[in-house]
């Protein structure tokens, strides 16, 4: 899965993130639900991303691995989130 079809997936860029979590050093993408938001994280220099949802500090993490994996975990997390 690609940036831009994050985006068409309804992800955007975060315009904040807060000390003390571990989002400082790549990409934090959000998407906004009435139940919730959902996180990709890119971190710099490649990598596993991370998918997860609650507090940023304390996430449930979701998935870690491959972005191109990230298209099959949403499918199932779209009934959930």
Do not use: C, K
Not at 50 to 67: I, K, M, R
């Amino acid at each position: 899965m690609s940036r831009e079809e994050l985006a068409r997936a309804g992800f955007f860029p975060a315009d904040w993130i807060p000390s003390g979590t571990r989002y400082l050093h790549g990409e934090l993408l959000v998407r906004m639900s009435a139940r919730g938001s959902l996180r990709v994280f890119i971190p710099e220099g490649g990598g596993e991303v991370e998918v997860s949802s609650g507090s940023l500090f304390e996430p449930v993490v979701h998935y870690v691995g491959a972005l191109e994996g990230v298209a099959a975990l949403l499918l199932q997390l779209q009934n959930l989130l």
